[in-house]
Each structure stands twice: as C-alpha cells, then as structure tokens.
C-alpha cells in the first residue's frame, strides 16, 4: 500500500522523501516496481477491459449488476462482487438521469376534466382497445424536444407520435392524428391520458368525439408514470434517452428518437430481451 502511494505521486515528491517518511527504504520499493505483475492482477486487467467495453456499449448507463449479468452471459466465470470492486476503483457507474425534470403536465386549468374509466387498471384484452397517452422530452444544444407518444396498451406498440420544440396541444394534436390514420379505430376506444392541459383542449377533444374515442384522465394525485405502462415508459426513458453529445440541434435529434421510439415498442428489460412482440400480438387479431 505504502509503495502504491510512492508510486502514484512520484512525479509531485521525490522518491527519497516519500521512502524516509514513510519510513521505507527505496531499494525495496524499486524491487516492488520490478516484480512482475501476479496472476490476480492480470485477471483483474482483463477483467477490467471487459468491463469498459459492456460499459461503453450501452453508452454507461449500466451499473455493476447489468455488466456482471452481461460477462455471465457471455460465458465469463466472475462474481458481482468482483466486478462491483473493480469498477468502484477504476471509478465506473451507471450514469444516473438528472435530477432536473421538465414539467410536462400542466393539471392547473379550467378545462373540462374526464373521468377516470380504466380505475388504475391497465389491462387489455385486444389491439385499439386502450391507448396511453404521455409527453416526455429529449435535451439537445437548442433546448428541449417535446415528444408525444401515444401507445397501445395490449401490443405496446407506439402507434403514433409526433415532435415539437413546444408543449402546446399542436402536440397531442399530431400524434392523435397520425395514431387515428394509422390504426383507424373501431368506436369506443378509450384513450388514457393525465390530466395535461395539451389533453383537456377543445381541439383535441372535437377530435376524439369525431373519432367515436372515448376519453378517460388519471385522477390528480395518481400520474400516468405510477400506471404499469407508465413505469415501462419511464424506464424505456432512460435506456433510450441519447446522451447530451448526440443531438446538436432539434433537427439533428430526429434520428436518435427514432431509436428512441424503437425502444420504447420493446418492453423494458435489464438485458434488452423483449417481454412481448407487437408483431406476435398484431398477427394474431389480423
């Protein structure tokens, strides 16, 4: 420990220094330096490159537990708590999302509010039968990118979705309609938002009533992210969320959502593996 500590700060104090107060002599630490390297210590240099490179290739948002589960399968024989200490002393970690979050609900308004018809029961039996309805955002060097998803509960596919550099209910507005175009409803779909003023415009209501699309709100108190879907929204978030460097502009930043709305049609999992197929869902009700 003691000739670790020489070693690391032999370019701030001279060698003799360091050896005489801490009360070593300097032909012992010159033959440590010479020893060559144990077999523990080139597993661990191994060890370690590995871990950058899982690291690396899902852009540091893993933390000891995913690359620990990602080396087993790949067949490597190390324990967690082994790759907890390496990476602790090498200073790797999971990136954490920033505390900052953009506001993307505006529940204080005086427009009409609907009822809460799905009771926090967020099950479907079939295709269009229950969309969910959310914002998110996207940071670039310009500013936030809003983006609206609109995804069907039972294939967890985004059926629509739209990008603006604004929150107002022009929105909500384009993604409704391109998930209206797309997927041609029967009546009597229920459309799951939170209580956002983008949702409660007479706008977007005129065009879920010409729709035959009935309407329902979480209550306040009771967000759309604490709903099953929502936490596979929000955890879909941070796995698809580009890193600040990516997108340069608004306009650049079109090409990691489309990654981003990829990800979010896969159900979140530790180790990317799909918990359910849209394509298997919608083959079955074809």
Request: net charge positive; proline share 6%; hydrophobic share 40%.
């Amino acid at each position: 420990m003691r000739f670790r500590l020489i070693e690391d700060h032999q370019g701030v104090w001279p060698v003799r220094v360091m050896c005489d107060a801490l009360s070593v002599s300097p032909s012992g630490y010159y033959a440590w330096r010479s020893r060559p390297d144990s077999p523990r210590k080139i597993a661990n240099r191994d060890l370690l490159a590995d871990i950058r490179r899982v690291h690396a290739q899902h852009q540091e948002r893993y933390g000891a537990p995913r690359v620990h589960a990602e080396l087993r399968a790949e067949g490597q024989t190390v324990s967690r708590k082994r790759v907890e200490r390496v990476m602790r002393q090498h200073g790797l970690r999971a990136r954490a999302p920033r505390r900052y979050r953009v506001c993307t609900t505006d529940s204080k308004h005086s427009l009409p509010v609907a009822a809460n018809l799905l009771d926090q029961n967020f099950v479907a039996d079939q295709p269009n039968q229950v969309w969910l309805a959310d914002i998110t955002y996207i940071p670039t060097s310009e500013g936030w990118l809003y983006l609206a998803v609109i995804l069907d509960l039972f294939t967890r596919k985004v059926v629509g979705w739209a990008m603006r550099d604004h929150m107002r209910a022009e929105l909500t507005i384009a993604a409704l309609t391109m998930a209206i175009q797309r997927q041609r409803p029967g009546a009597g779909l229920i459309h799951h938002s939170d209580r956002g003023s983008q949702y409660a415009a007479g706008d977007y209501r005129d065009i879920l009533q010409a729709a035959a699309i009935i309407q329902s709100m979480s209550p306040q108190g009771k967000l759309l992210g604490q709903c099953a879907n929502g936490e596979f929204l929000r955890h879909s978030e941070n796995r698809a969320r580009p890193p600040p460097a990516i997108p340069r502009s608004r306009c650049r930043a079109a090409r990691p959502v489309r990654l981003y709305r990829r990800l979010l049609q896969s159900a979140a999992h530790p180790l990317r593996h799909r918990l359910h197929h849209p394509q298997q869902a919608e083959a079955k009700y074809a």
